[in-house]
């Protein structure tokens, strides 16, 4: 493992676009207990500025941080690359979007989902992605409510506060009431708590 990647730098340093030298070291150099995969990383991260168009590469550096290192940025950043790639698989798109929203980026994990529903032919993956942007969508609009919430408390000055009707909510931030995805209305319920109905069954 200790000798593999210092020998494979010589190979690309002879010939930079040699991909499989890149793809084979992320993988073979890395031992059992993920000895040598900061190495191994650093030869990834050289092949994909040498071969961006390849999305085994990000791809593999990405699985080495979910398996070795716990890095979440890393793992979304890889996995958010070989999905933006023309021959990746389209299930990488929802691998994607998971940690994309582990490092709460909903809104990009929901434009990947937005595209990958417009380009796959797949009818099961369509359904899943769907189902996916369902429900992050419903939490992106609860955010955006939540936060015209406490604007509207700040206004009152009143932590407490709470409007009879969620147009009330409606400022220069929040220019009109979204509706969930279901159709179904976001309500405030006896506690002040913002969803449409049944979205805590739902989550559960």
């Not at 993920?34 to 999305?55: C, K, M, Q, S, T």
Request: net charge negative; proline share 7%.
């Amino acid at each position: 493992f200790r000798l593999l990647v210092p020998f494979l730098e010589r190979v690309v340093a002879l010939d930079p676009l040699f991909d499989y030298a890149y793809r084979f070291g992320g993988v073979a150099a890395v031992g059992p207990q993920g000895e040598n995969v900061e190495d191994a990383n650093r030869l990834l991260e050289r092949g994909h500025r040498a071969r961006p168009d390849v999305w085994k590469i990000p791809y593999i550096r990405a699985s080495n941080c979910l398996q070795h290192t716990g890095d979440k940025a890393c793992m979304a950043e890889g996995f958010t690359a070989a999905a933006g790639l023309p021959e990746s698989p389209p299930w990488l798109g929802l691998l994607a979007s998971r940690h994309l929203k582990a490092e709460s980026r909903d809104t990009e994990a929901f434009e990947l989902l937005a595209r990958l529903v417009e380009n796959t032919d797949d009818p099961m993956l369509k359904l899943r992605v769907e189902e996916r942007l369902g429900t992050l969508q419903t939490e992106l609009d609860l955010k955006a409510l939540g936060e015209a919430l406490g604007r509207y408390r700040e206004r009152a000055a009143d932590a407490e506060a709470c409007p009879k009707e969620l147009s009330e909510l409606i400022d220069n931030r929040l220019t009109q009431i979204p509706r969930s995805p279901s159709g179904a209305p976001y309500e405030l319920d006896e506690t002040c708590k913002l969803g449409p109905p049944g979205f805590a069954e739902i989550l559960k």
